[in-house]
């Protein structure tokens, strides 16, 4: 093995430890944000809630749980993933307007109406 082989290795591995322990590899870290809507007409609400971490993993879910951090799961909550996590939505009277890419029903029966 050649010096300026265990130099660059070394020289790699430093470089490495010093991004993930110095910088606390905060671009891994999971990033929550939660929205809740509120319908005077169903008397319901209901919470926007999306996870972002890395560069290319997005969660969205709506969901009648205002709990920040979580795990979707499509039986109790409408789960949009990756690219399809963007979304437009608007509230009106009792109905929910979802506008995405692609569409799946509801498996959460919601007293707000989907649109």
Do not use: W
């Not at 506008?99 to 989907?114: A, E, M, N, V």
């Amino acid at each position: 093995m050649s010096i300026k082989y265990v130099l660059g290795v070394t020289a790699v591995c430093l470089l490495a430890y010093y991004i993930f322990h110095f910088l606390n590899a905060s671009f891994l870290e999971s990033d929550f944000k939660v929205i809740d809507l509120y319908s005077p007409a169903s008397k319901e609400k209901i919470y926007l809630k999306k996870e972002s971490r890395g560069l290319n993993y997005t969660v969205a879910v709506i969901s009648t749980s205002p709990k920040k951090g979580f795990t979707p799961n499509p039986d109790q909550e409408y789960v949009f993933s990756a690219d399809d996590a963007k979304f437009y939505y608007k509230l009106q009277n009792d109905t929910l307007f979802v506008y995405t890419y692609i569409f799946r029903k509801p498996q959460i029966i919601f007293h707000l109406r989907f649109m």
